[in-house]
């Protein structure tokens, strides 16, 4: 499974990222596809993820804050980041699971961005 994820940075206070991740490869179907995110110190946990019946999840860390997306057309998925706070700080990693043609069914792990919140 390849995952290239995008829009880590530094970040004040308060402000927005929007991280993308794009799924290649002859995909038929996104079955899942989100966001985890681990900090130094600390187990990778779930910000968002948004399943191939568009439901979404969202971590307590998320929940109000975050909007996960997708644009199925280009095997994208989106994290619009608000108000983030510098807890939020860490390396965020895509995670998918992808029906290909032919039936096989994978899952992976992209390679990770930092987000970094601080004045």
């Known amino acids: 499974v390849q995952l290239q994820a995008s829009g880590g940075g530094l970040v004040q206070p308060g402000g927005s990222l929007r991280l993308s991740c794009a799924a290649s490869?002859?995909?038929?179907?996104?079955?899942?596809m989100g966001w985890y995110r681990q900090a130094p110190g600390s187990k990778r946990e779930l910000v968002a993820v948004i399943r191939s019946s568009n439901s979404t999840k969202y971590g307590d860390s998320a929940k109000g804050r975050f909007t996960i997306s997708r644009d199925s057309n280009k095997n994208t998925v989106y994290l619009q980041m608000n108000s983030l706070k510098p807890e939020d700080t860490a390396v965020y990693y895509c995670n998918a699971d992808l029906l290909f043609y032919g039936g096989n069914q994978k899952g992976g792990w992209g390679q990770g961005t930092l987000v970094t919140v601080s004045s």
């Open positions: 490869g002859s995909i038929l179907r996104i079955i899942n």
